[in-house]
């Protein structure tokens, strides 16, 4: 076991610049960190949508939330609108919020069938008050009651905020492109990196945030990949900045098209869009047409195309090397999850850092945690494509009829047969999340809870 003093991130992105300002932070003093970034490389420049986490992650590192979001030029987020998912015209919010109350004899969902039932016929998001303020475009920051909400934000100026945020905490940067990695002999674990330049850079243990090629963890550790394409065929994305129109809307757009989806990401100065879609079912033309067909202002720039393989690195730590963000793997943009899992990872990874040295106690319960988180993000995002109607293209018929990973399998038939929802502890989405969805797909369950009978008619 090696005492580890000597941190080197490599990669300067949103992954990079994140992993520098919580480890600059956290452990200040008792490590050095180093963060190299290529400007001749740059970075994959979008992922500007975020969830709720991000306040509490922002709120441990000590990020002024106001200052924040002046420099990166963001907005509020209370949820996504999600447009013609469960059948072309149906739209409806995945809200940050809690839907109705929660009480003894069971979850809101299962008052809610019993009222339906009823003649009741308020939608299930009209219980939430995040779901209301998004639908009627209100925003508030208050405590009684708190609001749940996420940003917007451009990435390029919070990589660049993230970046003096760092430095000031004592992060040295170094520009340069790796052009050579060298392994210890004996144990594999990455010793040296170097650069083009000629200059090299020593570390004890070393974040690899270099995006989808994992230039640490794959190109050099040979970790694997377990590809998750069959269930998330989107490979492909078409990005387009576009002029803003209008006040800000506070949710994220995802409206499905034929061959996939388009994102919308109001910011003060801009909008950010994008077409997701599967290479296997469309092709460019297509997506680039959709994509400007629907811009609601003037396009800024001409549209980037970004490929990607949906699924996760085998192991995110490796020898002495975690990978986080695009190199330890890439699910859909759809729940707007990415950014989120580059903050657990460093939470994990700042509550398990290897201090004393490298255990493999350390090492398989971080992977541990990554592999149960990545899997329960990759079911709730399957979910979208999966609990379906549409069946006007061949991109629809394969993701509504194709096999589901059991756990979602068992997930879906539960809810659909008795309302119920049974999570881990650890899950992030919870069944405010599960039953917004499954609901906003059509999928509504066709028995409730018995004990909800004994509440009086009346009452609903
Ligand atoms: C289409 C799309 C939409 C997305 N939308 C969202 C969203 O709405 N919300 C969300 O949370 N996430 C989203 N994401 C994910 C999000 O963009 C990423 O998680 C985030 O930007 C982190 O990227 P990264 O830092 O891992 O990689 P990158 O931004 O690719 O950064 C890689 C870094 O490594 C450096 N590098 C690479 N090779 C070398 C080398 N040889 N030497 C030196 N440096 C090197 C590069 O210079 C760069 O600095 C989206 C992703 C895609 C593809």
């Known amino acids: 076991m090696q005492v580890v ?3 080197v991130i490599v990669g300067g992105g949103t992954a990079g610049w994140l992993a520098a300002a919580a480890i600059g932070k956290i452990y200040q003093g008792k490590l050095n960190v180093t963060l190299l970034e290529s400007d001749a490389i740059g970075t994959v420049g979008v992922g500007e949508a975020t969830i709720p986490t991000m306040m509490a992650f922002h709120k441990l590192i000590g990020i002024p939330e ?20 469960g059948e072309i015209g149906e739209d409806y919010i995945h809200s940050f919020g809690q839907v109705g109350r929660i009480f003894w004899a069971g979850e809101f969902q299962h008052f809610w069938a019993r009222a339906k039932k009823l003649g009741v016929n308020a939608p299930y998001g009209a219980y939430c008050l995040e779901h209301e303020a998004a639908r009627t475009g209100k925003f508030a920051i208050c405590e009684n009651p708190i609001l749940n909400y996420a940003f917007h934000f451009d990435a390029g100026l919070y990589a660049k905020y993230l970046r003096s945020f760092s430095e000031a905490l004592g992060v040295v940067r170094q520009e340069g492109k790796v052009a050579r990695v060298e392994q210890d002999a004996d144990s594999g674990y990455v010793k040296r990196l170097h650069l083009e330049s000629g200059v090299s850079i020593e ?14 963890i794959e190109e050099t550790l040979n970790t694997g990949y377990e590809n998750w394409q069959h269930w998330l065929p989107c490979d ?5 900045q576009s002029a803003k129109t209008g006040p800000a809307t506070a949710y994220t757009s995802a409206t499905a098209h ?29 997506a680039e047409k959709t994509l ?11 549209p980037r195309l970004i490929q990607f393989k949906t699924g996760r690195r085998k192991l995110s730590w490796n020898k002495n090397c975690v990978a986080l963000g695009l190199s330890s793997g890439f699910l859909e943009p759809l729940e707007s999850t990415s950014i989120h899992m580059v903050t657990s990872g460093l939470i994990r990874l700042l509550r398990l850092f290897p201090l004393r040295g490298i255990q493999s106690v350390l090492v398989d319960e971080f992977n541990r945690q990554s592999r149960e988180e990545a899997e329960s993000i990759r079911d709730f995002i399957i979910l979208h494509y999966h609990a379906t109607r549409r069946n006007d293209t061949e991109f629809w018929n394969y993701v509504r009829t194709m096999p589901v990973p059991d756990t979602l399998r068992h997930r879906i038939d539960m809810f659909t047969e008795s309302g119920m929802m049974f999570l881990g502890g650890d899950e992030l989405f919870r069944t405010n999340g599960w039953t917004q969805v499954l609901i906003g797909q059509g999928v509504v369950p066709k028995h409730y809870q018995p004990i909800v009978d004994n509440m009086a008619d009346g009452e609903f």
């Not at 990166?72 to 609108?81: D, P, Q, S, V, Y």
């Not at 570390?203 to 989808?212: E, L």
């Not at 400007?292 to 001409?302: Q, T």
């Open 236 to 240: 492909s994305a078409l990005a387009v």
């Open 203 to 216: 570390g004890d243990f070393f974040i690899d945030c270099t995006g989808f090629r994992g230039l640490l």
């Open 258 to 286: 034929e061959f996939g989806w388009q994102w919308r990401i109001p910011l003060q100065n801009r909008t950010g869009n994008g077409v997701v879609y599967s290479s296997q079912f469309a092709g460019r033309d297509w």
């Open 66 to 85: 106001a200052e924040m979001m002046r420099e990166t030029h963001a907005t509020f987020k209370l949820g996504i609108n999600f447009k013609n998912w």
């Open 292 to 302: 400007i067909s629907n811009l609601d202002g003037e396009k800024l720039f001409e």
């Open 5 to 7: 003093k000597d941190v």
